[in-house]
């Protein structure tokens, strides 16, 4: 089987439920008739019920089944603008909570609070800081994590390839060592859904001690911190690329390290290089980059890309339903 078939696999039949924030946008609401149809997911739809229904018969999709909930027409709302002021802790008065919670990218948030769903995916019309933002306030980040960072599963073109994980590629402009290690860690968790062994990478220009700078200094505590944190983890750094990728250039540089050469997730040192890693890995290697996967928070949130098509959604979809297994 295939990536996504093997993760479909894992949540079939499962009922895990999903928030679409944006259930009135053609492509989100064409993956969430499909995740229902195929018994992956059970979409929880936030819209205007007229406006949905009336999407759905234009594109001939049979949407009996699904929830959807109207934000201004919710039994249920005075509770959640009770729950939201507890959350935020005095940041918030009940009336300004009455008005944010319309937002729908806050409401389906609070849903996830409230357990009234499992995950929540949203991106196709908001943008990532709407989309995080409520995650951050709301669910927030997991115990021993500072922040929430974003990671790419790399899927090499030819089928019997390596799947790769490259971190932060999406959310830290610039960590410290003690960001950077939790980044690893979750990274190295992310990996292990996607039934990746992880053998953790901290990447840098340097390799053991062959460079000195304070960037390669952040590199060297963040691998301190991080066997501290995970040591049953296998983690080494600081490492170059070619280093932690590479057998040959592994045996000339570093041969006592049980990483270099067949590390399995890449922990780049800030985000310039992530990003622009990853993007050459996609354009000039043909691998396909499946994310970004939001990582460290308490439960699942996954952020799409505006430019998304519905594919994308149904595909992220599955992989956040994964997430809420872990």
Known sequence: MDMFA????????????????????????????R????????PILLGEPTAVQALAKKNLWNIEGLTIIDPNHYDEFDAMVDEFVKVRKGKATEEQA???LLDRAYFGTMLVQMDQADAMVCGAVYSTGDTVRPALQIIKTKPGVTRTS????????QMDGQKLVFADCAININPDAQALAEIAVESANTAKIFGIDPRVAMLSFSTK??????????VIE????????????????ELQFDTA??????????????VAGQATVYIFPEIQSGNIGYKIAQRLGNYQAVG???QGLNKPVSDLSRGCVEEDVYKVSIITANQTLV
Do not use: C
Not at 150 to 157: C, L, R, T
């Open 150 to 157: 974003g990671a790419f599963v790399m899927i090499p073109p």
């Open 292 to 294: 970004p996967i939001l």
């Open 6 to 33: 093997e993760l479909s696999h894992k949540i079939e039949g499962k009922g895990i439920r999903i928030v679409f924030p944006e259930a009135d946008d053609v492509r989100v609401l064409g993956a969430a008739v």
């Open 222 to 237: 963040a691998t301190r911190i991080a066997h501290e944190l995970a040591p049953e983890l296998e983690l080494d750094g």
């Open 98 to 100: 009455r008005t944010i």
């Open 35 to 42: 995740l229902k149809s195929d018994n992956l997911v059970e």
């Open 209 to 218: 001690g062959s460079a000195k700078s304070e960037d390669v200094d952040k």
């Open 245 to 258: 990728y590479s057998t040959v250039v592994a045996n000339q540089k570093a041969p006592e390290s049980k």
